[in-house]
Nanobody, 120 residues
Framework: QVQLVESGGGLVQAGGSLRLSCAAS????????MGWYRQAPGKQRELVAR???????NYADSVKGRFTISRDNAKNTVYLQMNSLKPEDTAVYYC??????????????WGQGTLVTVSS
């Protein structure tokens, strides 16, 4: 089993910053990909950013230059630093870990989500 604990969401004014964290724990050997997705009201869930174990990253065009994803492999934790936030960034942000290597098989796991609200 793999558990994800997210933190860092909240209410912020436009132009402000927030940092999301997601820590993975449980019985696994390694995590290949860690990322963040978001879902705004009435919209589909979309990729925000993800990072591989080797630190290769990719971002949604809408957040490039404003958000930075990073990870600490020793702590099995992924971070999302969000700067210059806009009201359109308001959404529930979900942590995702993919290709989690366990003794049996590879897993994909989702966090419970953390709400980010950006006021104008």
């Amino acid at each position: 089993q793999v558990q994800l604990v997210e933190s860092g969401g909240g209410l912020v004014q436009a132009g402000g910053s927030l940092r999301l964290s997601c820590a993975a724990s449980g019985n696994f050997f390694s995590i290949d990909v860690m990322g963040w997705y978001r879902q705004a009201p009435g919209k589909q869930r979309e990729l925000v950013a993800r990072i591989t174990r080797g630190s290769s990253t990719n971002y949604a065009d809408s957040v490039k230059g404003r958000f930075t994803i990073s990870r600490d492999n020793a702590k099995n934790t992924v971070y999302l630093q969000m700067n210059s936030l806009k009201p359109e960034d308001t959404a529930v942000y979900y942590c995702n870990v993919d290709r989690v290597r366990t003794s049996g098989k590879y897993l994909e796991v989702w966090g419970q989500g953390t709400l980010v609200t950006v006021s104008s």
